[in-house]
């Protein structure tokens, strides 16, 4: 309809001319979109409205690889305005140039321009991303003075931001705490946040809160609330996010299926890992990785392999995370032989590059195993620096296999690239205590006491099931 207007002689005002473009930007006719910019270009018109050239920057923002034409029509704007400026820095942010659209904002300060709540929630998550979280603490001040931080949307991204650096989770909480509406977004953002730093109770805790407040969890939330039980090992709670996601009818979402795969291994249940794996209506390469990964936990070598098998056969293509849990099985269950073959079959494989994870898993398999030659001469051929886990890996192995010579170089050498870490400490002195050289276990212990290194200590967890009800 506007091509015939056009052709009719016609001339389109420049506010319809701005909404078609930005039609095209949503719609993806990116190729219409240049040609009215070089329609707008020839005639003259493009200098004249503000909205026109913003609309033209949000149109090769969305285009992706457009970013130098965006600038350019941006730079060659007479004027901008604060909708502009945002235009600039949410297409930026949209793109992942989260320097640039940060260094969008403060050119729009020094410019003059105060930025509006959108340029606010445009620029927050740039500052999450790279975690300027002082600079966001600003931008959350800034908002506080302009009454902007009792908008819903305000309050979501400044808890993002918050939750985006484990440290601040404090902030994260006060600022969820201080918001009129929560919805399941908010609390999403809040359980998720607490799961991964590793403070499941607190999740836990939030989970139960929402429901008693009427709101209901979305797939989101109760995938990060799965994530918390498995880090507790709690079955009891697992088993009642089970119960829930069975009523909401949610169960038949492949990412809640792996994840209660995971769960349920984890917490001691492989039977009901592979039950939930066998009722999946569709299973994914990750659904497969994840039983694979239970049954090694639990030292069954053989049935994780013949699973693989029956990967293979119904023709699904394992990756990455699939050779890492096979190598993680054989290591558990000292299945040498596979591992070697399975290492083999991927370095032949030029589809799956081998990572550090991968190397150090075989590595340690072969250790173990007291192929400590053949672990050195993997070293040795690693394409990549090996961590600091392989090389301990190896200097544990010598130990065990009575190569303490080569344990105790290991462990000087530990100690020297980490002398705060206290397990490097310990290391050497069960070297030393293997090889009868009490006199150097009694220095080493002497030494970590004055400089006041204290070993993390390991711990288990035992969920008692209550027989009452």
């Not at 003259?44 to 090769?60: N, P, Q, R």
């Not at 009523?247 to 994840?259: T, W, Y």
């Not at 705060?420 to 009694?442: F, K, P, R």
Request: glycine fraction near 8%.
């Amino acid at each position: 309809m506007f091509k015939e207007m056009y052709l009719c002689g016609f001339a389109p005002k420049l506010e319809l001319i701005a909404g078609i473009i930005s039609a095209c930007a949503w719609t993806g006719e990116f190729r219409l979109g240049r040609q009215i910019h070089g329609l707008v270009f020839v005639d003259g018109m493009i200098k004249d409205s503000v909205f026109l050239s913003t609309a033209l920057v949000d149109l090769y923002l969305r285009c992706h690889d457009s970013l130098v034409l965006a600038l350019r029509v941006f730079e060659g704007m007479d004027v901008k305005n604060e909708v502009s400026w945002t235009a600039m820095i949410s297409g930026c942010a949209t793109n992942q140039n989260y320097d640039m659209a940060i260094d969008c904002f403060r050119e729009m300060q020094v410019a003059g321009m105060k930025p509006n709540r959108v340029t606010l929630l445009t620029v927050l998550p740039a500052f999450a991303e790279l975690g300027y979280i002082e600079h966001g603490k600003e931008i959350h001040a800034y908002a506080f003075c302009r009454g902007f931080d009792s908008d819903h949307h305000i309050s979501a991204a400044l808890i993002h931001m918050y939750c985006k650096c484990h440290k601040t989770l404090h902030s994260a909480d006060i600022s969820f705490e201080k918001s009129i509406v929560k919805d399941v977004v908010m609390w999403s953002l809040i359980i998720g946040s607490y799961a991964q730093s590793r403070n499941s109770a607190k999740a836990m805790k939030l989970f139960s809160q929402m429901q008693m407040e009427g709101i209901e969890p979305n797939s989101v939330t109760l995938l990060a609330i799965l994530s918390a039980c498995t880090s507790l090992s709690s079955l009891k709670h697992g088993c009642g996010v089970h119960g829930y996601i069975l009523k909401s009818g949610l169960n038949f979402d492949i990412f809640i299926g792996n994840a209660l795969i995971n769960m349920y291994a984890k917490c001691g249940c492989l039977m009901a890992s592979d039950q939930i794996f066998r009722e999946m209506p569709t299973r994914d390469c990750t659904s497969w990785s994840t039983l694979i990964s239970g049954y090694g936990l639990h030292g069954c070598g053989e049935e994780a392999l013949q699973l693989f098998h029956e990967m293979q056969d119904r023709g699904i293509e394992p990756d990455a995370m699939t050779f890492l849990a096979l190598l993680s099985t054989c290591n558990h269950t000292g299945l040498v032989k596979e591992g070697q073959k399975i290492f083999d079959c991927v370095m032949k494989d030029d589809k799956i590059p081998l990572t550090v994870e991968h190397y150090g898993c075989f590595i340690n398999l072969l250790g173990r195993s007291g192929k400590l030659d053949d672990a050195c001469e993997v070293v040795r051929a690693m394409p990549m620096k090996p961590s600091t886990r392989i090389w301990s890996s190896l200097a544990s192995a010598c130990k065990v296999h009575g190569r303490l010579e080569i344990a105790e170089k290991l462990a000087h050498w530990f100690i020297e690239s980490e002398p705060d870490n206290a397990a490097n400490y310990t290391l050497l002195c069960m070297v030393y205590a293997e090889a009868g050289n009490w006199l150097g276990v009694e220095e080493v212990r002497r030494f970590t006491r004055v400089q006041g290194l204290k070993k993390c200590y390991a711990f288990s967890r035992i969920e008692l099931e209550d027989k009452n009800f």
